[in-house]
């Protein structure tokens, strides 16, 4: 038994080190969603700061599902604050199966767990007009008061590709 736990904590370290931030990164945070659920009213707060003007970034929202997760996509409201206050909000779709019911993201399934990771690129390539803190909130947009399935969500904001 101790086997088992040893190689899911070593394969769940792997997984993690794969989708890790990278050098180009300037930000990430991870938040877990309480196992009874993901109420409709509940944010999903993340704050950073940002000096840097003139480089191009690329923010992105990372979630994680269970397998049993009984939706095939999940709808997000966010709500970006710039530190002058100015606010940008927008509603993403999170595609996290096919047509066919197959997870898209990259996972593990096993006796032990069945978690899916699916990166979605919220802002591909913007410039921050301001140093200072910004914050980002998200809330699940689906039509339940608690959603179920969600194990985390997080945020990466890290240097835009320009090579496209």
């Known amino acids: 038994m101790n086997k088992f736990i040893l190689g899911f904590l070593l394969l769940l370290l792997a997984l993690t080190g794969l989708n890790s931030c990278g050098d180009n990164c300037v930000y990430q945070d991870i938040k877990d969603i309480p196992e009874d659920g993901w109420k409709k009213d509940d944010a999903l707060s993340f704050e950073y700061v940002m000096n840097d003007t003139a480089d191009t970034y690329e923010i992105v929202v990372d979630v994680r599902n269970k397998g049993s997760y009984k939706y095939?996509?999940?709808?997000?409201?966010?709500?970006?604050?710039s530190p002058s206050g100015d606010i940008y909000s927008d509603t993403i779709e999170c595609a996290l199966a096919d047509n066919h019911g197959h997870w898209v993201g990259d996972g593990m399934a096993s006796y032990y767990a069945n978690i899916y990771h699916l990166p979605v690129s919220f802002m591909p390539m913007v410039k921050f007009p301001k140093q200072g803190t910004y914050k980002i909130n998200i809330w699940q947009g689906m039509r339940e008061n608690v959603l179920e399935g969600i194990s985390d969500v997080g945020i990466r904001v890290r240097k835009a590709s320009l090579e496209q």
């Open 72 to 81: 095939q996509n999940l709808w997000l409201f966010i709500e970006a604050t």
